[in-house]
C-alpha cells in the first residue's frame, strides 16, 4: 500500500472525494485497506461559470504527540486531549462536508514521553514510521507543516523522521543521506534554508489537485477539479530555541518575504486556492523579518485564501476570547478573519478540529474564495454537557505496541520522596515541585565550573526554573508527584520539556530585569479595588522563571507596574548590587532568547551543556536517592510585598487543595469558588496578600 501511495505522489497528488463516506466507515475497522479515495479523478468536462462549492479546510495544530486521551506523567486517562478523540471529530466532518482537506499546523513530533522515547531513549530506526506519522497516515492527512518542536532533537532526526534529505553542511552529504521512512503525505516549510544549499530544506509548497462535488447554476451535482497550493511557515525564533542545532546549519526568512516569492509562483503554477499553514499567532507591532507571530503580515500577502495558524495554544474564532492577539484590529474574533482571510487555530493536544468553509465560485476558467461567504469555527471534543466525544478505537490499535514500551519505560524508578511535589500553587509562592530541578540544575553547573572553567571559581551559581505545568490547560495541567517511589515518568512531570542545561553569566542589575521579566506573570493590583482582582496575568506559566536557594530572597510587589516589582533582592542577606557577578544555570531555550528576556541573546552563554535538562534531574535524584521536603521542596526564596487589598485577590487551582497548600507553607489561600464555570476543571482561590 505506502508503495502504490508513493506512485500516486510521484505522478501527481490527485485524490477524489467521492468516497469519503467510504474513509469514515474504513476509520472505524481501522483503515485496513487501501483508501480507493486515492485513485486519480477521471477526466472532467468543462465547469459552467456560476457554479459553486464549498471546501472544507480541517486544522489539527500542536498535537505535540498527544495520540491517545492518556497522560504519561501521571499514568492515567486524561479525556480532555488526545487525536484518537479528535478522529472522531474528522470522521464527522468528513461525513457531514462532501470536500474535505485535512491539514496539520505543526508542532507534531514533541511533547509527550511517547515522543522523546522514540527520539531519545529508543530511537526509531530509518525504516520505521514514527508513532504520530503512523497515526496521521491512517487518518489520511493531505498535507502538513513544521512547527518550532520538530527542531528540538536535531536536524538529523528531523530528516529521518519526515522522510527527508537535507543539503546543510553539519550533515552528510545528501547522496549518502538514506531514505527513510516518512508519513504519506507532504509537509511544506517555505522559510527554513539550508546555510549551504540556500535553498529551503523542505518542499515550500505543494499543488494539490483534487475533485470537487459541486452545483451547476441550475442545480445539478457535478464534478470539477481544482487546485490547491499549500504553503508552510515556522517562526524564525527557532534559530534562538533550538541554536545548539540550527546555529551554522540553516536560516530563516521572514514570512511576509517567502509568502511573496512563492505565492505567485504557486499561482503560476495553476493554484486556483492558496492556504497557508502558518505555525504562528498574531502579532500587530511593527513587522520584523525575525518576529515568532507573524500571521498577521500574512494574511496580508495578496493571493492569501485561507490560514491556519497556530503555535500559541488557544482556539480562534472565538467570540468571548480575552485574548490580546485575537481582539487586534482587523481581527473578527466571531467570524474568524484576520484582516478579511478566513483563519482558525485550532487549540492543542487535539482538543478542538479547525474548520473552515471556504465558498468557492466558478468564473471564466478558474474557482475563486467568496470571502464574504466563507465561515470559520473550532470545533472540541469536549461537548455541551461537559463530556467527550468518543474515541476512534483504530488509533489506540495503531500505536499499542509505542504506547506500551513508553509505559514500561516511564515506570522505571529512580528514587523516592517524603512530600507530593506539585504546582498547584507555585504561583503564590510553593516551591515544591520547582526547588528539586534548581538544585539538579545548580549541582551540574558548579560541578562542571569546579572541573573546567576555572576562571569562573568563585562567583555564586544559582539557577531558575518554572512551573511548567500551570493550569492553562485546566485542572490536569499542573505537575503532580505523589509521595512515595519516584520514576522516570515523574522526572518527566517535573521537567517537560527535552531542553539542555545552559549556564550564562550575568549581573546583579541583570539578574533582577530577569525577575522583574518574570514577574509579568502577574496582573497589577490596585488595593483600593473592593472587586475581584485576578492576581495570574496571560503571561505563561513556563516563563515564570523563579529562584530557590537559602542563600536568596526577594519580594514581588504586585501593586506596581510591570518592571519595578523587584523589591528586596539579596544574596546571603545582603543587598545584591548592579555590577555583582553570578552564574545562572537555566536551559537552552531561556539562554538563547526563549521568552524574551533582557540580556538574553545567547551572548552571556559560558557553557553550553549537550546534556538534557531531564537527564540531569535523573541522574540528580538517583543521587539523592530520598527527596526530603525540609531539604529539596521547602526554601520559598520570594514573597509578595505585603498589602492590605479592600476586596479579594483571587487565582485558579485544581479544586478543594487548600490542606495541600497549608502543608507546603502557603497558608494565606482559601477556596471561595469549587468550580470557575469553564468546564475545564478549576477552581477559584484567594490569596491574603497582607501575610
Request: aromatic letters at 8%.
Amino acid at each position: 500500500m505506502a508503495g502504490q501511495r508513493q506512485r500516486l505522489r510521484t505522478r501527481g497528488t490527485v485524490r477524489a472525494w467521492g468516497a469519503l463516506g467510504a474513509v469514515s466507515a474504513l476509520s472505524a475497522i481501522g483503515l485496513s485497506a487501501c483508501g480507493s479515495n486515492l485513485d486519480a479523478a477521471p477526466p472532467q468536462a468543462a465547469v459552467a461559470n456560476g457554479t459553486t462549492a464549498t471546501l472544507a479546510l480541517l486544522e489539527t495544530t500542536d498535537i505535540h504527540t498527544n495520540l491517545l486521551s492518556y497522560d504519561y506523567y501521571k499514568l492515567a486517562e486524561d479525556k480532555s486531549l488526545g487525536l484518537e478523540r479528535t478522529a472522531t471529530l474528522i470522521a464527522a466532518a468528513r461525513k457531514e462536508l462532501p470536500n474535505t482537506m485535512l491539514l496539520d499546523d505543526g508542532d507534531t513530533i514533541q511533547g509527550t514521553a511517547l515522543a522523546d522515547y522514540q527520539a531519545q531513549v529508543a530511537p526509531v530506526d530509518c525504516k520505521t514510521t514514527l508513532g504520530v506519522y503512523k497515526v496521521m497516515n491512517l487518518l489520511k492527512y493531505d498535507a502538513g507543516t513544521i512547527g518550532n518542536h520538530e527542531f528540538n532533537y536535531g536536524l538529523p532526526f528531523l530528516a529521518q523522521v519526515t522522510g527527508n534529505t537535507f543539503d546543510v553542511p553539519n550533515m552528510s552529504p545528501v547522496a549518502s543521506q538514506p531514505s527513510c521512512a516518512g508519513p504519506q503525505f507532504p509537509l511544506v516549510l517555505s522559510n527554513v534554508l539550508g546555510a549551504k544549499s540556500q535553498q529551503p530544506i523542505f518542499k515550500p509548497y505543494t499543488i494539490l489537485e483534487r475533485t470537487l462535488t459541486a452545483k451547476t447554476p441550475d442545480g445539478k451535482t457535478v464534478s470539477a477539479p481544482v487546485k490547491i497550493g499549500v504553503i508552510g511557515f515556522t517562526p524564525p525564533a527557532i534559530m534562538a530555541w533550538d541554536k545548539r542545532w540550527l546555529d551554522g546549519n540553516v536560516y530563516t526568512q521572514g514570512l511576509v518575504e517567502s509568502a511573496s516569492k512563492y505565492v505567485p509562483e504557486m499561482k503560476a503554477k495553476g493554484a486556483q486556492i492558496i492556504v497557508a499553514m502558518s505555525h504562528g499567532g498574531l502579532d500587530n507591532s511593527t513587522y520584523s523579518p525575525s518576529m515568532e507571530n507573524g500571521s498577521y503580515y500574512l494574511s496580508k500577502v495578496p493571493g492569501i485564501d485561507a490560514m491556519l495558524i497556530g503555535h500559541s495554544h488557544q482556539v480562534f474564532p472565538d467570540k468571548n476570547s480575552t485574548v490580546s492577539q485575537f481582539n487586534l484590529p482587523g481581527v473578527d474574533k466571531v467570524k474568524g478573519t484576520v484582516n478579511g482571510v478566513p483563519t482558525v487555530m485550532a487549540n492543542f493536544w487535539g482538543k478542538h478540529l479547525g474548520v473552515i468553509k471556504l465558498a468557492l465560485n466558478y468564473t471564466n476558467g478558474t474557482w475563486t474564495v467568496d470571502r464574504n461567504s466563507s465561515t470559520a469555527e473550532a470545533r472540541s471534543i469536549q461537548n455541551a454537557d461537559n463530556s467527550y466525544v468518543a474515541v476512534d478505537p483504530s488509533i489506540s490499535q495503531a500505536i499499542a505496541a509505542e504506547h506500551a514500551a513508553t509505559i514500561n519505560y516511564v515506570k522505571t524508578p529512580i528514587g523516592t520522596t517524603d512530600f507530593r511535589m506539585t504546582t498547584y500553587f507555585a504561583d503564590v509562592g510553593d516551591v515544591s515541585a520547582i526547588e528539586i530541578v534548581n538544585q539538579a540544575q545548580a549541582a551540574y553547573t558548579q560541578d562542571y565550573i569546579s572541573a573546567n572553567l576555572p576562571q569562573y571559581a568563585g562567583i555564586p551559581v544559582l539557577s531558575v526554573s518554572a512551573p511548567f505545568k500551570s493550569g492553562f490547560g485546566g485542572g490536569n495541567d499542573f505537575t503532580d508527584v505523589a509521595q512515595g517511589n519516584v520514576a522516570i515518568n515523574n522526572a518527566a512531570d517535573l521537567y517537560l520539556y527535552p531542553n539542555t542545561i545552559y549556564a550564562v553569566k550575568v549581573t546583579g542589575a541583570g539578574l533582577k530585569a530577569w525577575l522583574e521579566t518574570a514577574a509579568q506573570r502577574f496582573n497589577k493590583i490596585d488595593p483600593a479595588n473592593t472587586a475581584a482582582q485576578a492576581l495570574v496575568s496571560n503571561y505563561p506559566g513556563y516563563n515564570f522563571d523563579m529562584i530557590t536557594s537559602k542563600d536568596f530572597s526577594y519580594e514581588i510587589d504586585v501593586t506596581q507596574a510591570v518592571g519595578s516589582r523587584i523589591r528586596n533582592l539579596k544574596y546571603q542577606g545582603a543587598a545584591i548590587s548592579d555590577t555583582q557577578s553570578f552564574i545562572v544555570a537555566t536551559n537552552n531555550y531561556r539562554a538563547s532568547g526563549g521568552g524574551n528576556f533582557p540580556g538574553l541573546d545567547g551572548s552571556k552563554t559560558i557553557y553550553a551543556s549537550p546534556d538534557a535538562s531531564r537527564d540531569v534531574l535523573i541522574a540528580y535524584i538517583k543521587k539523592v536517592q530520598a527527596i526530603k521536603a525540609a531539604s529539596n521542596g521547602s526554601d520559598r526564596i520570594w514573597r509578595f510585598t505585603k498589602i492590605a487589598t479592600a476586596g479579594p485577590v483571587t487565582f485558579k487551582a485544581a479544586p478543594n487543595l487548600v490542606a495541600l497548600a497549608q502543608a507546603n507553607g502557603i497558608t494565606n489561600v482559601a477556596q471561595v469558588q469549587a468550580d470557575d464555570g469553564t468546564g475545564k476543571g478549576l477552581a477559584v482561590y484567594s490569596v491574603n496578600l497582607n501575610q
